[in-house]
């Protein structure tokens, strides 16, 4: 009998199509029998079987979106996590897999395992992508994701003597049966020194629920020509592959180190290769149903640049549009007008991108006149508007001697958004704030949000039953308000005893992993007082450490702290060339040591840097959380998302009233999250009269902590790290003042908000009780309503649900 995956409606079918093509593809992929196949080998069976329920579905919801206004995100890295059980779960055949291992004789469980996790993306612009290529197909919107196949992802990271290492994360090395090669949809991308072949790798994005499947094109780099026969042939083996390796180059890593020229060079490069890739992709669809006739582009395509990092997408699509078919400048500008759509996801100098003018010159002059052209044109524009000479040349694109990118972004795009309302509206009154002026009905705000099938129906199983059992139905998966119905049960002693059982196993689940993977011993009873996220100075991981390290302090000294056992647990990566952000991975590597061979605190405290944070990590850690540590400096947060996720998973928020966190706060009611720091409002009159001098001098505790950078309490192994963070802390430098992220100015505050954090989760009842409100006020920070926002206010595509 032929396999058919088109009409599996009973788990018993399900299972019965699963397990004939787990054997099948065990046979032709391996030359085995079931009996003799590995794990690994099951996991690509049966990743291959459900490939086998998506084809049709995919192809169908491509046939179907084809012809129809699309929207398109443009991101440099989606971080999508593991595929098989989000699949498996949004297709609603989990059981029935589940099932089948079982009657095979493996754990399915076991079988997750084996997955890697792609290595694709970074931090929260990565993850935040993803979540919202997952809404969107839930949703059935037309909406698919554009970036790069990086063939080694950022790094995995590793610690030796506390310091971090970063090796290649060699995720491609197995087989990955997700990711479809579409070789006959490949073009090319040309620099001046050389031409790529551009070969997309599409992966399918399932939605709860929905038929419907998107999809996230990822772009690969080829040679033209593998390798020069000739060279090689006449023995200069080297010679004859060094195109092959420039090309590879391109997708080799995610964020080259760009310290250096050539870094600035290999980042350019990247960028443009995967829009220019995109872009032709679109406009071949479009001919393909709409023929050579671009009045009406616009009108079937929106373009959603997720931060600068797309932005030579704009001169790119002016290019194409009028260098290949042939559209004088006014009509492809216009075009470009109503197509993009701009992301800001930061407010910090550094993190605006702007290139050397010599860069584009090098690798693409066109695409350099084309910039220069737009430079000139904003500038004739606002002159217009009487804007003074000095202010038009801050504000312009070209300036400098470099490529503003976000100006550039903000001149073109029909609309601008920040990602929380903080953030929206720094940008409106100091970021971006002279385009403000110019353009109001441009800014908008789309508060960041997290999908609640990843980060609570998949990755806290127990707390989903538990939800759907209260709310009579799991449509809550896809609306997550539903939830605020259910805050009602906040003080009723039997579901609190159930909510504290899930905690309980979801820490124990946690503590088995961390002590399998990295011999880490954490007691389940203790609070679990958790900072995951990015190694930034603005997130601030030092305030945490110093503030562990001066209780430790005085539990040796005998004065009076909490006596709730806390484990704390750090997960973070530092860029590769970011000196001080791994000087204070070495910081808490080097504090850890020191509390957890300590006898007479361990029994207390414990801390634990977790290694090479991931996607896979965050699935356990979530869950298991107590204390959600949001500290970053007021104003440097755009919004975060991890805070959503902790939110979701019932984690009480410590926090300062930056990004989101004031939104959360706003949802859940303050008594039901540990907010400290000065409000945005009041911190440029508080950094005035800012000394950390003061601080350190009069705030008990603060100098001894701080010395202890320096006085041989801690070894940097003569790296010169902690010197070095000591004088950033009380000295600054001639470019940036001392403590410049406010580390000191808040420590004491930090510290008498989670000793109170702290005592309060010795009543458990309360504690649980907060912890419930949370989780049904998390309604807002679902990614579904986000992108609701998006398509009613910008993309303004149709739902295309597949019957």
């Not at 590995?38 to 291959?48: D, N, R, Y």
């Not at 491609?172 to 990711?179: D, L």
């Amino acid at each position: 009998m032929t396999r058919d995956p088109r009409n599996l409606t009973t788990q018993a079918d399900q299972a019965a199509f699963l397990k004939e093509a787990i054997i099948a593809h065990v046979r032709a992929e391996y030359g085995k029998e079931l009996n003799e196949a590995k794990q690994e080998e099951i996991w690509i069976a049966l990743a291959k079987a459900v490939m086998e329920i998506i084809a049709p579905r995919w192809e169908q919801s491509r046939k179907a979106y084809a012809s129809t206004r699309q929207a398109h995100y443009l991101s440099a890295e989606f971080l999508v996590g593991r595929s098989l059980t989000n699949n498996l779960l949004n297709l609603g055949i989990y059981d029935a897999a589940k099932e089948v291992c079982a009657e095979l004789g493996y754990d399915l469980a076991d079988i997750e395992e084996e997955e890697t996790d792609p290595g694709l993306g970074n931090g929260g612009l990565g993850r935040l992508a993803a979540c919202f290529l997952d809404s969107s197909t839930t949703l059935d919107y037309p909406v698919n994701g554009y970036g790069i196949l990086y063939r080694y992802g950022l790094f995995k990271q590793d610690f030796e003597d506390g310091f971090q290492k970063e090796y290649p994360d060699s995720w491609m090395e197995k087989a990955y049966p997700f990711i479809s090669r579409r070789e006959e949809l490949a073009c090319t991308v040309s620099y001046q020194d050389l031409d790529v072949y551009a070969v997309p790798y599409d992966l399918p994005i399932t939605g709860f629920a929905t038929k419907n499947i998107n999809v996230l094109r990822l772009w690969k780099p080829e040679p033209l020509q593998e390798f020069d026969y000739n060279l090689f042939n006449s023995q200069r083996f080297d010679d004859a592959v060094i195109e092959r390796n420039r090309v590879q180059d391109i997708n080799r890593v995610l964020y080259p180190n760009d310290s250096s020229y050539d870094g600035k060079v290999l980042r350019v490069r990247q960028q443009y290769f995967f829009v220019s890739a995109s872009l032709q992709s679109v406009i071949q669809e479009y001919q393909q149903y709409h023929g050579k006739d671009f009045s009406k582009f616009a009108d079937y395509h929106v373009f959603q640049l997720n931060d600068t990092h797309p932005v030579f997408a704009i001169p790119e699509l002016m290019r194409l549009l009028m260098d290949e078919h042939g559209l004088p400048w006014d009509q492809a500008w216009k075009i470009c007008q109503r197509c993009f759509a701009y992301t800001n996801h930061t407010i910090l100098a550094e993190a605006l991108e702007k290139w050397e003018i010599s860069i584009a010159q090098f690798l693409f002059p066109r695409i350099l006149e084309i910039i220069r052209q737009i430079d000139q044109q904003f500038r004739d524009e606002v002159r217009a508007l009487g804007l003074p000479a000095y202010q038009i040349e801050t504000m312009a694109p070209v300036h400098d001697n470099r490529i503003h990118m976000a100006p550039l972004a903000v001149y073109t795009a029909f609309k601008i958004n920040g990602v929380a309302k903080l953030h929206s509206q720094i940008l409106k009154d100091e970021t971006l704030h002279d385009y403000y002026e110019l353009w109001p009905q441009r800014f908008t705000n789309k508060t960041n949000g997290v999908t609640p099938r990843r980060w609570l129906y998949n990755s806290n199983q127990s707390l989903s039953d538990l939800i759907t059992d209260l709310a009579g139905s799991n449509a809550w998966v896809t609306d997550l308000d539903q939830l605020k119905k259910l805050e009602k049960y906040k003080s009723d002693p039997q579901l609190l005893d159930q909510l504290h059982k899930i905690k309980q196993e979801n820490k124990k689940r946690l503590a088995s992993y961390l002590h399998k993977s990295f011999d880490m011993q954490l007691d389940p009873e203790a609070l679990f007082d958790v900072q995951v996220k990015r190694l930034h100075e603005y997130k601030r991981q030092l305030l945490n450490a110093f503030e562990i390290l001066d209780r430790y302090n005085r539990i040796k000294a005998g004065d009076k702290v909490s006596d709730t056992p806390v484990a704390y647990i750090f997960g973070a990566k530092s860029a590769p060339s970011y000196f001080r952000a791994k000087a204070i991975i070495k910081f808490i590597n080097e504090l850890a040591k020191k509390v957890n061979q300590d006898p007479e605190v361990n029994k207390l405290m414990g801390v634990y840097f977790i290694p090479n944070y991931n996607v896979s990590k965050a699935e356990l850690i979530f869950p298991a959380s107590n204390i959600s540590e949001q500290i970053s400096t007021v104003g440097k947060e755009a919004s975060g998302t991890g805070n959503m996720k902790f939110m979701m998973n019932g984690a009480l928020t410590l926090g300062t009233w930056d990004g989101a966190n004031l939104e959360i706060a706003d949802a859940v009611g303050e008594d039901n999250a540990f907010m400290f720091g000065t409000k945005l409002k009041d911190f440029p009159a508080t950094l005035d009269y800012y000394n950390s001098q003061w601080q350190y001098t009069h705030i008990e505790g603060l100098k001894t902590v701080v010395d202890s950078l320096v006085d041989g309490s801690f070894d940097d192994a003569n790296s010169g790290m902690f010197a070095e963070l000591y004088r950033s802390l009380l000295k600054g430098s001639p470019s940036e003042r001392a403590d410049v992220y406010y580390v000191l100015g808040d420590f004491k505050d930090y510290r008498n908000r989670r000793y109170d954090a702290h005592e309060a989760f010795k009543d458990q009842a309360s504690w649980l009780e907060k912890s419930w409100i949370n989780i049904c006020n998390s309604g807002r920070f679902s990614s579904d309503r986000t992108i609701q926002d998006y398509v009613d206010e910008i993309w303004h595509v149709d739902k295309q649900r597949l019957s």
